[in-house]
């Protein structure tokens, strides 16, 4: 044994006869973690933030979050001499003057749109196979509660750098906020520290991207894993699998190394993006001015869908009470995103109210074996790109030469049509796959090969298939929609009649489905 291995050993030691950390890290370090390419989702969003986090550092260096008017006379020729707020002209001066500063910005703008778009995946994960379930419901309001302040730091991240695309999504931020009845006005006033657009928004919302939403991220962050820790990862079904154990690696040496290395394929292609494809290029824009408008605004991808519906809502007004309340921005800027997003969090009560189901769940769900779920996903996945779609409705008129009105028309209509639309689509596509498989369990797989009869009929031959994939078909549970009949057997009517019926009708809807393969009927198929 070398000095070295005595010294280390000899800490180590130490450590553990105060601590008792031995026992702990044996324990914890040699924990299972199921293996699959879907749960690497998760793991996207938490390196995206830690690359947010570097790069965003870096940048704080050299950005000046401030309104105060300057004359730019950076390296920017076609800039030089004009008047522009501190906040652009030090983003200029990154761009052009710090060395890597351009590189770094666009790492960390592509870092930011890869996290939220990790984030959406993963959660479309979760929902789809119902990861969800009890006792995760916790987990999934946290995974929500990061969608949303993802929004929100992005749009305020965006907005930092005061050019002329960025001050019109602000503008519009500030339209919503005004929309709110009574307090609307005060707040907007607060916001921007006096009329718009003062000069003390960009120091706020710098202190809040930099501070306040980071903490709230890390914090958030930390509770997840921590409840993933302690609750165990969800698994898909496999032969092996149960809900009381966990089939994988160890998160020694076999998963810690491939969580690093894939923590290096994500800084590589988030690096890659933001050396080679431009984004965000402030000084096309120019610096803000409230008399100007850029050709062509474009939010980030995660805000199209509220500029969409901002932009399909008709010019609705009401005077009441001598307060003005703009309905086009109040219903599509609040209302409907508030209701969108309090139903997505509040959806795991919802769907264990509906079905009565008060189990703990740790294998995932097929999503074909959940049709209402999934048929509700597309849904609500149809409303949100039909909204995302009128968001660039100026951008797709130029493109494929058509008329602002068209777009605007077909996502008026659409938008009521085409979610209902998928739903029903979504569902019978659902249970077309559960007949396919039950088919495949009874009748085996289609071989191709045709055989004639001694009486000229011509069948197709089957094979059958493996025990482990008639297990994996037949291994979910048809939970029976439930019994709440209006009146007792008395004939008295039950309290709250009318909330059972309704669910009694949504657990009948969310039942649904194509009878799974039993061991009868494997019997009645031998027989004949």
Not at 156 to 164: F, N
Not at 263 to 283: E, H, K
Not at 364 to 393: Q, Y
Request: glycine share 8%.
């Amino acid at each position: 044994m070398t000095a070295r291995e005595r010294i280390a050993g000899s800490v180590a030691n130490y450590v553990d006869e105060r601590t008792g950390a031995a026992k702990w890290m044996k324990k914890n370090l040699t924990k299972v973690f199921p293996d699959h390419w879907s749960f690497l989702l998760g793991e996207i969003a938490l390196y995206s933030f830690i690359i947010l986090l570097l790069s965003g550092t870096y940048l704080t260096f050299w950005f000046d979050p401030s309104q105060r008017e300057v004359i730019y006379d950076g390296a920017y020729e076609p800039l030089q001499g004009i008047e522009m707020s501190a906040a652009y002209a030090s983003t200029l001066d990154i761009s052009f003057e710090v060395r890597g500063g351009l590189l770094m910005r666009q790492i960390h703008h592509w870092a930011a749109l890869i996290f939220m778009a990790a984030i959406v995946v993963h959660l479309m994960r979760v929902y789809f196979t119902g990861a969800f379930r009890k006792p995760r419901e916790f987990n999934w309001i946290i995974g929500v509660g990061l969608l949303t302040l993802g929004i929100v730091e992005g749009f305020l991240g965006y907005s930092l750098p005061d050019d002329l695309l960025s001050g019109t999504g602000i503008r519009i931020a500030e339209a919503i906020i005004q929309a709110l009845p009574v307090v609307g006005s005060y707040l907007a006033f607060f916001a921007f520290g006096g009329a718009f657009p003062g000069e003390a928004f960009i120091p706020r919302i710098y202190t809040v991207h930099v501070l306040l939403l980071p903490g709230a991220f890390l914090a958030l962050i930390t509770v997840h894993l921590m409840l993933v820790w302690y609750q165990k990862h969800t698994q898909y079904p496999g032969p092996g699998r149960t809900e009381k154990n966990v089939v994988g690696y160890p998160l020694l040496p076999v998963y810690m190394a491939k969580a690093g290395g894939f923590f290096f394929i994500v800084f590589g292609v988030t690096a890659f993006l933001g050396a080679v494809a431009s984004i965000n290029p402030i000084w096309l824009y120019g610096p803000y001015t409230p008399a100007q408008v850029s050709a062509g605004s474009q939010p980030d991808w995660y805000m199209g869908w509220l500029d969409g519906l901002v932009r399909m809502a008709p010019p609705l007004e009401s005077y009441i009470f001598g307060y003005t309340i703009s309905w086009n921005i109040l219903i599509p800027g609040l209302i409907v995103p508030g209701i969108l997003f309090t139903g997505m969090a509040l959806y795991p009560f919802i769907e264990s109210w509906i079905t009565g189901d008060k189990r703990e769940h740790h294998l995932l769900d097929r999503p074909r074996n959940a049709p209402n779920r999934t048929a509700l996903g597309a849904m609500s996945l149809t409303f949100m790109l039909v909204a995302l779609i009128n968001g660039g409705n100026d951008i797709i008129a130029i493109t494929f030469d058509l008329t602002i009105n068209q777009i605007m028309w077909f996502s008026r209509i659409g938008i009521f049509v085409l979610p209902p639309l998928a739903f029903v689509i979504t569902k019978r596509i659902c249970l077309s796959l559960q007949r396919a498989d039950r088919e495949l369990v009874l009748h085996g797989r289609e071989t191709g090969r045709l055989v004639m009869m001694p009486h000229g009929e011509f069948v197709e031959v089957h094979e059958p298939i493996s025990p482990e994939k008639a297990w994996l078909l037949t291994q979910h549970e048809q939970i029976p929609a439930l019994a709440l009949e209006e009146h007792d057997a008395s004939g008295v009517r039950r309290p709250k009649a009318l909330k059972n019926k309704l669910r009694a009708r949504m657990s009948k809807a969310h039942a649904v489905s194509i009878p799974k393969v039993t061991s009868e009927d494997l019997k009645q198929i031998e027989n004949h």
